[in-house]
């Protein structure tokens, strides 16, 4: 059981990671926003801030059930 969870939490992780990539392509790439604003060096960049914040959170988030999942697998084991 233990490592069928491990083996959902990758993939989970890496459809994150590809969306994030995806995102960061996207905001890379694009001359133009969705409300028609020209997108400058600086909107780019405090666009790949705000992205860069919602990955830590992610990250944390999923660290955080990483080690939930260690320890109630270890708890299931004693």
């Known amino acids: 059981m233990f490592n069928l969870k491990i083996k959902i939490w990758w993939l989970i992780n890496i459809v994150w990671l590809l969306l994030f990539a995806a995102s960061a392509v996207f905001i890379g790439v694009r001359k133009v926003d969705a409300a028609g604003a020209v997108q400058t060096p600086e909107i780019k960049m405090l666009s ?17 059930q990483l080690i939930f999942i260690y320890f109630i697998n270890r708890k299931r084991i004693q």
């Open 48 to 64: 790949f801030g705000v992205l860069g914040v919602v990955f830590l959170f992610v990250v944390i988030f999923q660290l955080i």
